[in-house]
């Protein structure tokens, strides 16, 4: 059973005197790179041209703060048990009298960690989190050559309380909560 109509027969037949010059097959090739000159672009000059995200484009994680700048993260692991690349580790602690300030809830992560490496930048984390405490962002993971680098602890992945360095997410967050 034919499937499709790209199959070309292959006929051994002797080449005539023109197949034989060559020059008529090479100057088709140069005629296809030349057109190639005047189409447009496929590439771009990256780091110098950068491309537009899409809005729901995942890159690094951050884990967000409330209004307050109390960490909404409550360790409760279901974005460590939603990872399938098992990238997620966390330690929980007791928030103690004093530190209402630092934490949202009663139970927080005293380490978080990601590992880089492992994460497929899925975004089940995201949508496994109760507590819109974790959710990916446009930034890029930076590279490097050495991979101890990569697990990324709360230094790196708790947002900034200092104006004007606070994580927008506001895209995201419209878009989950109308799934
Ligand atoms: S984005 Fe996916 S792979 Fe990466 S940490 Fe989250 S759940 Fe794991
Ligand atoms: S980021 Fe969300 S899902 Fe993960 S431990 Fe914190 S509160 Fe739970």
């Given amino acids: ?23 008529p097959a090479i100057i088709g090739g140069l005629m296809i790179t030349f057109k190639h000159f005047f189409k447009k672009k496929a590439t771009i000059s990256y780091p110098e041209v950068q491309r537009d995200f899409s809005p729901v484009y995942r ?11 109390r960490e909404n993260c ?19 602690a007791e928030r103690q009298k004093g ?14 960690e990601i590992n880089m490496l492992r994460c497929i930048f ?3 984390c995201e949508e496994a989190c109760p ?33 004007g360095k606070r994580v927008d997410i506001s895209g995201r967050l419209k878009a989950h909560r109308h799934q």
């Fill in 1 to 23: 059973m034919q499937l499709t109509n790209r199959s070309k027969v292959v006929v051994n037949k002797k080449m005539s005197f023109v197949e034989r010059l060559y020059l």
């Fill in 131 to 163: 507590k819109e405490a974790i959710f990916l962002t446009d930034r890029i993971v930076n590279s490097d050559y050495q991979r101890n680098g990569f697990i990324y602890g709360k230094d790196q992945l708790v947002e900034s309380t200092e104006p």
């Fill in 99 to 112: 530190e209402e300030h630092l934490y949202r809830e009663e139970k927080y992560a005293s380490v978080y």
């Fill in 74 to 92: 409550t360790a409760c692991g279901l974005c460590a048990v939603a990872c399938p690349a098992e990238a997620i580790t966390m330690t929980a």
């Fill in 59 to 69: 890159g690094q994680h951050v884990l967000k703060r409330d209004e307050q700048g």
């Fill in 122 to 124: 899925c975004g089940l």
